[in-house]
């Protein structure tokens, strides 16, 4: 059974910078499309970038320019950099292994002067 951890949130100030990682275990993380997502309090959870297996990164227009996607399959970790943080970035963020969908515990990020 694969599992995912999330770890990075915290509270940091708008404009400011936090880098999420989700570590798995099981043998699917290098041929499984990877996903970080979100979900603020009262809205739906949506996706926030994809990578492939191959490292290939698909972005939602909103965070376009500021978060960056990345993975290491040889340490099973696929990461999520995000820069120039809005308070509308505000949520738990989630990582997905696509190819089962399975789903990480969550880590809250907070964008609050």
């Known amino acids: 059974q694969v599992q995912l951890v999330e770890s990075g949130g915290g509270l940091v100030q708008p404009g400011g910078s936090l880098r999420l990682s989700c570590a798995s275990s099981?043998?699917?993380?290098?041929?499984?499309?990877m996903g970080w997502y979100r979900q603020a309090p009262g809205k739906q959870r949506e996706a926030v970038a994809t990578i492939t297996g191959g490292g290939r990164t698909n972005y939602a227009d909103s965070v376009k320019g500021r978060f960056t996607i990345s993975r290491d399959n040889a340490k099973k970790t696929v990461n999520l950099q995000m820069n120039s943080l809005k308070p509308e970035d505000t949520a738990v963020y989630y990582c997905?292994?696509?190819?089962?969908?399975?789903w990480g515990q969550g880590t809250q990020v907070t964008v609050s002067s």
């Open positions: 099981g043998s699917l993380f290098s041929i499984s499309a």
């Open positions: 997905k292994m696509e190819l089962n969908a399975a």
